[in-house]
């Protein structure tokens, strides 16, 4: 078993910034990477970034490219999610989630939520116009 908790989530105007937060515990050793993704209402849930454990290797939906960055720290089992420039379209419930797979593919499989067999309670970004 797999705890995510997210935190960071707030309101903010156009062009600025937030920083999420995604504390994991439990059984996390040997997690290969963590995702984040978001769902805005009336939409599927749709991948944000996702990063490697080890190497800190990382990919971005092209949307969120040169705005958003991923990190995260070993020590503390926690992976963040840098927003800045934010734009009204961010507005979402945003959910980091743990990677049930392996370095195989990865670069395919980590953009897809079936991916991924443990998900944080979300946490709320609304950007105003």
């Known amino acids: 078993q797999v705890q995510l908790v997210e935190s960071g989530g707030g309101l903010v105007q156009a062009g600025g910034s937030l920083r999420l937060t995604c504390a994991a515990s439990?059984?996390?050793?040997?997690?290969?990477?963590m995702g984040w993704f978001r769902q805005a209402p009336g939409k599927e849930r749709e991948f944000v970034a996702a990063?490697?454990?080890?190497?800190?290797?990382?990919y971005y939906t092209d949307s969120v490219k040169g705005r958003f960055t991923i990190s995260r720290d070993n020590t503390k089992n926690t992976v963040y999610l840098q927003m800045n420039s934010l734009k009204p379209e961010d507005t979402a419930v945003y959910y980091c989630?743990?990677?049930?797979?392996?370095?195989?593919?990865?670069?395919?499989?980590?953009?897809?939520?079936?991916?991924?067999?443990?998900w944080g309670q979300g946490t709320q970004v609304t950007v105003s116009s």
């Open positions: 989630a743990h990677y049930a797979g392996s370095a195989f593919n990865w670069y395919i499989r980590g953009s897809g939520p079936n991916s991924y067999d443990y």
């Open positions: 439990g059984s996390t050793f040997g997690s290969y990477a």
């Open positions: 990063i490697n454990w080890s190497y800190g290797t990382s």
